[in-house]
């Protein structure tokens, strides 16, 4: 364990403040930062504890229907809240498929889309190269143990994955990060929230040095939605590929689909191509469903142990698709 200097925010005005100084990170509920500190992947000089900010909680809904989560709130709480639980079941479900009940009560919803990859070479005490660890390095799972890897927008630089559930849900629900900074907050698409690898894998999400998230804005309710985790054991584990979709349905028709993966790349992934075939089909038409995700899965690219991933992920979309055709408001 690194030291480091310790401060608690009175308000966001003052994280931001302090947030500026260099080699400070925020603290949510802590439950990844502090393995970062402790396995040596970061060491802030000073960590600043934002996890009393009374400004950054509750859940409220937006005059054009939406909601607004704000970002200290424990992924418990959301999962548990009656509106997203309504109007919102993909993200609820996400969540309830996260970590484990102690974690979610402790970890917020503004802290788990930050969180960093699972690559075995990443998060090892004895440091192997990696080009997210040590920039220039290498990649050792470019040519190693990459089962679990990137199928989608990877480099040599880097195949790992961003394992977030909620990440995935939330980009399926065209959510938006919104943030604070000191010279001046933005609203972040939720697919832009994170950078695909390419010759920078370190550099990981588009936020700013010191830049806040105070809080996710989802446009509208998602009532046929569903999200499918395909994991080693069904509980207290990552995903291997996860899949999360929201349907507009008039009667047995998708108007709209949306359509992310996760486990599949450094983001979210979405399926944008498909969701455009799709739109007009039979929601039940498997054929239909089988060529319109084709087309996305033809830029997706197999790593020496992973090609596996390929029709997993295929399937647990198409799946996926099912559960949320299924899913009654
Ligand atoms: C054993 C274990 C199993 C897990 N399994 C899963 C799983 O299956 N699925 C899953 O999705 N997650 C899983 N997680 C990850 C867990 O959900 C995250 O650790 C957690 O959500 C991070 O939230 P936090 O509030 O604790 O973040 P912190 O640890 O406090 O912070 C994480 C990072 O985000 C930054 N940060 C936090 N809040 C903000 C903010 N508002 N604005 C800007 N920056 C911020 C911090 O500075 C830090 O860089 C697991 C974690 C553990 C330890
Ligand atoms: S995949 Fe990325 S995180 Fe893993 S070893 Fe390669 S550079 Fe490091």
């Given amino acids: 364990m690194q ?3 310790y401060g608690r925010a009175a308000n966001v005005h ?23 500190l402790r396995l040596g992947i970061t060491a802030p000089a000073r960590v600043i504890d934002i996890s009393r900010l009374k400004e950054l909680e509750g859940i409220e809904r937006l005059p054009n229907g939406g909601l607004r989560i704000g970002a200290l709130m424990r992924l418990s709480d959301v999962a548990q809240n009656a509106d997203v639980a309504r109007g919102y079941l993909v993200l609820a479900q996400a969540i309830l498929k996260s970590a484990s009940a102690q974690l979610r009560n402790l970890a917020t919803i503004g802290g788990n889309p930050l969180q960093k990859t699972r690559c075995a070479y ?41 394992p977030s559930d ?25 697919e832009d ?9 370190h550099l990981e999400t588009t936020l700013r040095e010191g830049e806040l998230i105070v809080g996710i804005e989802i446009p509208e309710a998602a009532p046929h939605s ?31 689909a949306r359509i992310a993966l996760g486990s599949v790349a450094a983001r979210p992934w979405r399926l944008r191509e498909a969701e455009r075939a799709l739109a007009g089909a039979a929601v039940h038409d498997s054929t239909v469903i089988r060529e319109a995700l084709a087309v996305s899965f033809a830029e997706a690219r197999a790593l020496t142990h992973n090609a596996y991933k390929i029709p997993l992920a295929k399937a647990a979309a198409a799946r996926a698709i099912r559960l949320a055709a299924e899913a009654r408001p």
Avoid at 140 to 151: E, P, Q, S
Avoid at 193 to 201: I, Q, W
């Fill in 193 to 201: 929230l994170h950078r695909l690898p390419g010759k920078t894998p």
């Fill in 122 to 162: 990443f998060r090892a005490a004895d440091v192997l190269p990696c080009n997210k660890r040590q920039p220039g390095s290498g990649c050792t799972a470019l040519h190693g143990l990459n089962d679990r890897h990137a199928i989608f927008g990877w480099s040599e630089g880097c195949v790992a994955t961003q």
């Fill in 3 to 5: 030291t480091f200097g």
């Fill in 14 to 36: 003052q994280a931001l403040a302090e947030g500026m100084a260099a080699d400070t990170a925020f603290l949510a509920g802590g439950t990844e930062l502090l393995n970062w």
């Fill in 226 to 256: 569903a999200y499918l985790k395909i994991r080693e054991r069904e509980s207290y584990e990552y995903a291997t590929v996860s899949a999360a979709v929201a349907l507009d349905l008039e009667g047995d028709r998708i108007a709209r």
């Fill in 166 to 190: 909620p990440a995935v849900a939330l980009s399926a629900l065209d959510a938006v990060y919104v943030t604070e900074h000191r010279d001046g907050g933005r609203r972040i698409e939720a």
